[in-house]
């Protein structure tokens, strides 16, 4: 399973971006997929999470309410709709992808800033 995000970016607080993940491969395996985040001197935390189907999602308290995780299995493509971005979202976002057997999946990461 190979993935690649897009979409980052320098944006003004307050503003929105749109981070999309394309997966390919061995994309039949994959079963929960999520972003995640590291800004400078900080681990790297879990953003938002969704299954497979999409039915469940789950967010970091941080983002509750401004972001929105989404997938489209057709296109075998996740999103995150980031709205109300604030400088403290500044990080790398990097895509993640889990197979029922276990195996983990990590995209190159995409740069997002926010300036105040």
């Known amino acids: 399973v190979q993935l690649v995000e897009s979409g980052g970016g320098l944006v003004q607080a307050g503003g929105s971006l749109r981070l999309s993940c394309a997966a390919s491969?061995?994309?039949?395996?994959?079963?929960?997929m999520g972003w995640y985040r590291q800004a400078p001197g900080k681990q790297r935390e879990l953003v938002a999470a969704?299954?497979?189907?999409?039915?469940?999602?789950n967010y970091a308290d941080s983002v509750k309410g401004r972001f929105t995780i989404s997938r489209d299995n057709a296109k075998n493509t996740m999103y995150l709709q980031m709205n109300s971005l604030k400088p403290e979202d500044t990080a790398v976002y990097y895509c993640?992808?889990?197979?029922?057997?276990?195996?983990?999946?990590w995209g190159q990461g995409t740069q997002v800033t926010v300036s105040s």
């Open positions: 969704i299954t497979s189907g999409g039915g469940r999602t």
């Open positions: 491969g061995s994309t039949f395996s994959i079963n929960a």
């Open positions: 993640h992808a889990a197979t029922a057997a276990g195996f983990r999946y």
